[in-house]
């Protein structure tokens, strides 16, 4: 699974930052959300990476907790572009939904380091 992730939030990451750099073309609060987005969207995979050279199991959950928080801090963001008419929801859907598997990954990852402590 790990290659898998792995590539899975890189291309997140890009497709974040191609959102971004649309948002820069549009008005001043477009470009201020674009740029919290491009922040914590890009962030998760970073967070992956770290998790997966963590030298014990707590530093592993603490690394994917991060990017959990990261990719919450992401959909907010999204929803904040969608609900406020910047970007049309039908633009960001698959972006969002892709953002909560990888949510859903992360969680069953770290449910699953979590059993293994105790």
Known sequence: MSSDLKQRTKQFALRIIKLAVSLEKEGSAARVLGKQ????????????RESQRAR????MISKLEGGQQELDETQYWMELLM???IVKPEKLMSLYDESGE???MFIASIRTLKKGES
């Open 37 to 48: 987005l491009l922040r914590s969207g890009t962030s998760v995979g970073a967070h992956y």
């Open 56 to 59: 014990s199991t707590k530093e």
């Open 83 to 85: 609900e406020a008419d």
């Open 102 to 104: 990888i949510m859903a």
